[in-house]
């Protein structure tokens, strides 16, 4: 498709199960990055995918949250043992080469997770 | 520490009245900035963005913003606001290739 691409778009899980949330961005789009949305809150950055730098993972909250990235392209983020303050909606976005904190990012529509 | 605040969680505006909405952004040097809009049941969007240059910039959908060094602000306008602007509003900033950085948030309600 021409967009980012997020799915599931909703997930509903049991505390202490393992969710995985993928991320398939826009074509050509060398940059990736991963960004959690609570409720009444802004966007909190996870991690940032570049090429094949290494990924900036300063925001991931718990060594419970982790994200890769295969052949470039396609991102998975996991979130292992999840507990009921990991309900969000997480976020994907996808920018041009360099572009990260200079350029646009196109956003997915996001997936919802509820934590129950 | 560096941070992006959005002072106004919600607002309420009626339709063709106008809009501002703030932004201030606390950083050692002047990053770039940006707006988008989050539409209900849609992807953020972004309306406009400033790198350097003339501090008013136009973006899309009739929004501008200016750019105001000595108050670190970055504030939001529109002229007359139309139903259809109804959304959650992220001002952003940024530097170099790190990730951008968003602030709160502002919900905006327009009332017929």
């Known amino acids: 498709g021409a967009g980012v691409s997020q799915s599931p778009s909703n997930k509903v899980t049991e505390k202490g199960k393992d969710v995985e949330l993928r991320c398939d961005p826009i074509s050509g789009h060398t940059a990736l990055y991963w960004y959690r949305q609570s409720l009444g809150q802004g966007l909190e950055f996870l991690i940032y995918?570049?090429?094949?730098?290494?990924?900036?993972k300063s925001g991931l909250p718990s060594d419970r949250f982790s994200a890769e990235r295969t052949g470039g392209s396609v991102s998975t983020l996991t979130i292992q043992r999840t507990q009921q303050e990991d309900s969000a909606v997480y976020l994907c976005?996808?920018?041009?080469?360099?572009?990260?904190?200079?350029?646009?990012?196109?956003f997915g529509e996001g997936s919802r997770l509820t934590v129950l | 520490a560096q941070s992006v605040t959005q002072p106004d969680i919600h607002i309420t505006v009626s339709e063709g009245a106008s809009l501002e909405l703030r932004c201030n952004y606390s950083y050692g040097a002047t990053p770039y900035l940006f707006w988008y809009v989050q539409s209900p049941g849609q992807g953020l969007q972004l309306l406009l963005k400033y790198f350097s240059g003339d501090t008013l910039v136009q973006g899309i959908k009739g929004f501008e913003a200016e750019f105001k060094r000595s108050q670190s602000s970055f504030n939001l306008r529109k002229p007359s606001v139309h139903w259809s602007d109804a959304a959650e509003y992220f001002c952003?900033?940024?530097?170099?290739?790190?990730?951008?950085?968003f602030g709160s948030g502002t919900r905006l309600q327009v009332q017929p």
């Open positions: 952003a900033v940024g530097f170099g290739r790190r990730a951008l950085t």
């Open positions: 976005a996808s920018s041009l080469p360099g572009q990260g904190g200079t350029g646009e990012l196109f």
């Open positions: 995918f570049q090429g094949n730098s290494a990924p900036d």
